[in-house]
């Protein structure tokens, strides 16, 4: 028996693929059937229909329900609330997330940096729902924003701001402003830390070069740190644009009776038992996501990888 | 004689630590300058307060006359030649080194003129669309020279460009590096801890300690008259006589070092009785230790239990020839030849 397991052990060491084989056939099983193989055969079913009358999914392979996904203008106008929501929240997190991503990566001092990413994390060790519903709170009519306007007197600027047509309504907590506010809040930590990394690993003596070289601290930001940050924000917006293609909790809580996708996906696979358009609607944000990020790679997104 | 740049009483301090301790240099224009030290002697520290990425606590820099003191990296005229070269790893060998002439804003035609003369005197010439990844270490530090030469600085800061190349490499760079000198008639100013290194290139040295300047002469003199123990140490091979060792010994009142190729080692009698005992020192050693340098041997003599010296004995004639450890020989040297020191 020792003999045995001392020849394992020795065959083991020599054959290194025989080890990692080991360790990762547990992860692999799981990614490949539990993870994508589910993933796959939920969205093999759009290439499946639903029967009209009887209301049972008929296993034949059409592209029925994709067209019934892409000619219905209501299904157009779902997918292009989304992604247009989406695309805000992604470029307002950017926008709010580098300035604080540069102050932890270049500024501070370590005992700050940690301060800071222990407030940046502690939003997501509450649950995600108490947290939007803090925020419908805070942002309903007889909330503290609506107290704080009232109390300088700037009402009317928040009126005129809800009564702009789209993005408006009757109050905060009810319009597309409201989604974007609890949106960019939630995600935020996704976009920061990405950014935050990929800045710290932009050595000093580079941005010493530009300098020595003539770049202002402009040009040094824009030809230097920015491209070379560009992969952690691009990153960042990978986490952000694809969380809000896919949420349903925001849109229900904050928003509009208008659906977004993933209100449709739970619709539909749910009460309506529509799963074929169900599916259908998921692979929406994963086309858009591949798009995204082909366009990213051909523009140099991940050229200082 | 015109100076190319001017350091006055320059204090500089981190914490606790005092990095640079009242600096003052003045180095001359076209001139090949090190700055000589072990590692944490305030030598690269030195280059940056020159090149304005670390200010000074107190005290002038002045380039060509010009206090510049105060003013931005981005103003001044120098470029650094960076240890770990720091090339843009998201440009190509041509945006890299044109970077200096595109944020100035130069014409088209005239930067793509710039960079090719620039490549083909570092000889690099058909590698302008590699990244840097792309490229072997020597071929980095080329771009990194080329890039900060594009410029035509008056002043080239050089943080140990050599560093990081092997043993072929760095001796070949450093006839490149001096070729290119003597071609731009620029100031080199060459931040080093390796002494062969600095003897063989330099017009003049510093030699850093702690913060301080410990001795600013041509290699030569640095060599041959370290001004203490501490130079006389880092410079070279040497063996040092403490003064108690010196009294004790050689009835000398001061410290003095002596280099390892002024010792003659008498084998025989016969030869010691030739020795003129007016011009030389002598006294006998116990071979502690024999070494086979090529060359050479290297052998090191214990004088008295505290008090070690080394010789170099050439290998003219025998090369096999050795000694073994615990003979005892009379060993000699000029009295002209030792240097006696300041502690």
Known sequence: MNKFLDSLSNFAFRNKNFIFLSFLIIPLLWLGIVYLGSLLIFLGHSFFHLDGFTGQIVYEFSFKTLFELFSSPANIDIIIRTVGLAACVTIGSAIIGFPIAYYMAKFTSPKVKIFLFIAIMLPLWSSYLVRVYSWKLILAKEGIINWFFEKLNLEWLLDTILSTPVIGGPSLSISYIGMFLVFTYIWLPFMILPIQASLERVPKSLINASHDLGANKRQTFYKVILPLALPGVIAGSIFTFSLTLGDYIIPYIIGTSKFFIGQAVYTHQGTAGNIPLAAAFSLVPIVVMVIYIYFAKKMGAFNAL | ?343
């Not at chain 2, 058909?126 to 080329?142: A, C, F, T």
């Not at chain 2, 070494?291 to 050439?314: E, M, P, V, W």
């Not at chain 2, 290998?315 to 240097?339: C, F, M, P, R």
Request: net charge neutral; glycine share 6%; aromatic share 8%.
């Open chain 2, 1 to 343: 004689m015109l100076k190319a740049l001017n350091l006055e009483n320059i204090n500089k301090s981190y914490g606790l630590i005092n990095a640079l301790n009242n600096i003052n240099l003045t180095i001359r224009d076209g001139e090949f300058f090190s700055l000589l030290g072990p590692s944490g002697s305030g030598k690269t520290t030195c280059l940056k307060v020159i090149a304005g990425f670390e200010a000074p606590d107190e005290g002038i820099v002045s380039i060509f006359g010009e206090e510049v003191t105060n003013i931005p990296p981005f103003k001044r005229h120098v470029n650094t030649v960076f240890q770990d070269y720091a090339l843009f790893p998201h440009m190509n060998v041509r945006q890299n080194v044109g970077y200096s002439l595109k944020v100035k804003k130069m014409k088209g035609p005239s930067i793509e003129k710039n960079i090719d003369e620039i490549l083909e005197i570092v000889n690099l010439t058909g590698y302008d669309l590699r990244k840097p990844s792309e490229l072997s270490g020597g071929q980095r530090q080329r771009v990194a020279l080329a890039r900060a030469l594009v410029n035509k600085p008056k002043i080239l800061l050089l943080d140990e460009p050599l560093g990081a190349l092997d043993l072929k490499l760095r001796e070949k760079m450093q006839i490149e590096l001096k070729n290119i000198q003597r071609q731009f008639k620029i100031t080199f100013i060459y931040v080093t801890h390796d002494q062969q290194e600095a003897l063989s290139m330099s017009d003049r040295i510093a030699v850093f300690n702690e913060g301080k300047v410990e001795q600013i002469d041509t290699p030569a003199n640095i060599y041959s008259k370290p001004i203490n123990s501490f130079v006389a140490d880092f410079i070279g091979t040497t063996s040092i006589f403490d003064k108690e060792s010196a009294m004790k010994l050689f009835n000398i009142q001061k410290a003095f070092s002596v280099r390892p190729e002024n010792i003659v080692i008498i084998e025989t009698e016969k030869d010691l009785s030739r020795i003129d005992k007016k011009q030389y020192f002598i006294t006998s050693g116990t071979v502690a230790d024999c070494q086979f340098q090529g060359s050479h041997l290297r052998i090191t003599y214990s004088i008295d239990a505290n008090c070690k010296l080394s010789a170099f004995k050439s290998l003219e004639g025998d090369i096999n020839q050795k000694y073994d450890v615990n003979s005892k020989h009379s060993i000699a040297w000029k009295k002209s030849d030792i240097t006696t020191l300041n502690e």
